[in-house]
């Protein structure tokens, strides 16, 4: 294992005598030079001042100032496992490799290395796991071809389908620039003006936007992807997890506070203590597929985001199980320099058109080398299990040397005529989609914002309705009235009721408020009338 040759040695030294104890104990800097003093800085005289030569005194302050490196843009806030994902060979009833020529899949039983990273998205690295966001879930597969990560989210949509609005998204959702205070204002007046968000706002505002725990929830990819089988064909698959035997559990805005009053890592603890007295949480993953055309019959487009492909057409196929049965030695190492992106895909698995996705798919591997380094993907958890091999050489951190053990070190580049790296044969057909358009920008035609929305609506619970009311009316009346009177068009285009129900709940907040600021401003009249007839 890389990066635990220190302990190893601890470890071997320990079984021998007192002494030799001792000696694997003793404290060294990174330059291995045993240190004798940890106490005292070298100064001229015992009260003089210090000299620059203090080698281990900067090593170690310089060390310290910067163990905090950028926390990530967004899903600052996460725990981890490790654990393995197992195929049932099949998807649904079919074989696998009908759809997908993943060597994962392919054979029933077949174990595949996991590394899963839950988060929340906004806030930052000590925010309190109770806040009403959706949660990440990036699972991170070590196959035997290479990596896979599936970078997805507790809710089965997004906000928005353009790439180019994240960075506003993220900032309208994010504390205000200035007073650094959190608040969803922001938030609805960015919302307010993209429909599309409809749908997820629907999701959010009700019990599902705060999941129990990481454990109880489920999994999406979201994003619409690609399966490619041994021809080159290809169909449309959207990925997710249901939890087996833990269930799903959410909590409500009080449930909420109540926690969060007493403990603000709930999330992690939880997980981390389930795994450690064996009580491993497991998620079947489910695929549902279709065509890979664009379906004019559908009043959705398969390639927006924002939308949930209907079950009863689109029936949730099973295709193997995951299973978290390791917490991390280190949580520095293995969570947060974790690095997961929508670009790293195994053969077999491929991208759609999504234009999330394909923003996504820059936007992960480049902020991980501003985040963690140019040579983040030598660093164990992100390292595949196999052998790599590649002509890429130095940058800061470089680690050691990507080589094959027939390269010659002399020759970083290909192609060679002497002991280069070659490139490997074609396994399969590939799967090679042909475009015939305009370069141009515009948006999806089937929109469709609201339909969804109201539909999501009316299948909840009377109870996760009134919640939805009560949580978005709790946000709203902090809002200009124009968010106000925009979203509940919004919503009542979603649907009538659902609407109205705003509406009406904004109208008595406000009267309630209105009646709430005549009594504190006859509590005033009263008490200046008091004091002045109380002068003499
Ligand atoms: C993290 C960008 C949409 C799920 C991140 C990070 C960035 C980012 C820059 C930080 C990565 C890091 O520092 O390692 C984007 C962009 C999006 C987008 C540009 C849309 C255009 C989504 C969607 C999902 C999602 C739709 C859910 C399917 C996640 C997760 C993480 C993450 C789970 C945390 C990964 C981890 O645990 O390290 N995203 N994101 N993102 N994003 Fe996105």
């Known amino acids: 294992k890389h990066g635990s040759g220190a302990l190893e040695q601890e470890r071997t030294h320990a079984g021998g005598t007192s002494g030799e104890v001792e000696k694997a104990k003793t404290l060294t800097d990174r330059q291995g030079h045993p240190i004798s003093d940890n106490q005292n800085v070298r100064t001229v005289g015992s009260r003089g001042p210090m000299t620059l030569e203090n080698y281990h005194f900067l090593e170690k302050i310089t060390h310290f100032d910067r163990e905090r490196p950028p926390e990530r843009v967004v899903h600052a806030r996460g725990a981890g496992a490790h654990g ?37 998205v906004i806030h930052g690295t000590g925010s309190p796991e109770t806040l009403r966001d959706p949660r990440g879930f990036a699972v991170k597969f070590y196959t035997e071809e290479g990596n896979w990560d599936l970078v997805g989210n507790n809710l089965k949509i997004f906000f928005i389908r353009d790439p180019l609005k994240f960075p506003d998204m993220v900032h309208a959702f ?23 968000a409809t749908h997820m706002i629907t ?23 690609k399966w490619v089988n041994a021809e080159g064909q290809a169909v449309l698959v959207k990925y997710h997890w249901e939890p087996i035997h833990q269930g799903i559990k959410n909590l409500t805005q009080g449930e909420a506070n109540e926690i969060q009053g007493m403990n603000d890592s709930h999330a992690t603890q939880d ?19 279709m065509s890979d055309d664009d379906h004019p019959e559908l ?24 299973v978290l049965d390791r917490n991390p030695e280190n949580y520095y190492n293995e969570v947060e320099q974790a690095a997961f992106g929508t670009g790293v895909l195994v053969d077999g698995l491929d991208f759609s058109d999504d234009k ?45 040397v990507d080589m094959a053990p027939e390269q010659s070190p002399h020759v ?30 515009e948006r999806i035609e089937r929109t469709n914002d609201f339909k969804q929305a109201g539909h999501t609506f009316r299948a909840f619970e009377d109870w996760e309705r009134e919640d939805l009311i009560r949580n978005l ?35 008595k907040a406000r009267n309630k408020e209105a009646k709430g600021s005549d009594q504190r401003k006859k509590a005033v009249r009263d008490a200046e009338r008091m004091g002045h007839e109380a002068e003499p």
């Open 271 to 289: 997980l981390y203590e389930a795994i450690k007295r064996g009580d491993y949480p497991e998620w079947e993953l489910c695929v549902q597929i």
């Open 84 to 120: 393995y994902f197992e195929s049932y060979g099949k998807v649904g009833e079919e074989p696998v490799s009908q759809y997908t020529r993943a060597k994962l899949f392919q054979v029933k039983g077949n174990r595949t290395p996991v590394f899963v990273r839950f988060s929340t």
């Open 473 to 507: 009316v709790n946000a709203l009346i902090l809002c200009d009235e124009s968010i106000q009177q925009q979203m509940v068009r919004n919503f009542t285009q979603a649907d009538e009721e659902y609407g109205r129900r705003v509406a009406e709940g904004l109208a």
């Open 299 to 322: 009043d959705f487009d398969p390639l927006d985001p924002t939308k949930l492909w209907p079950e009863e057409q689109f029936p949730f196929l099973k295709v193997g199980k995951m």
């Open 412 to 441: 970083d580049y290909e192609p060679s005529m002497t002991d280069g790296l070659v490139e490997a044969e074609q396994q399969a057909k590939p799967h090679e989609p042909e475009y015939h358009a305009k370069l141009q920008r």
């Open 174 to 196: 994010k504390p205000d620039p200035v007073s650094n205070v959190p608040g969803s204002v922001g938030m609805f007046d960015f919302v307010s003006k993209s429909p599309e």
């Open 356 to 400: 999330l996705l394909q923003g996504r798919t820059f936007s992960y591997s480049d902020t991980q080398r501003y985040r963690v380094g140019t040579n983040y993907l030598q660093l164990p958890i992100n390292a595949p299990k196999k052998r790599v091999a590649t002509n890429q050489r130095a940058g800061q951190m470089q680690y050691f």
């Open 203 to 225: 999701f959010l505002f009700s019990p599902w936007g705060i999941p129990a725990n990481y454990r109880q929830m489920q999994g999406s990819g979201v994003n619409t992807y």
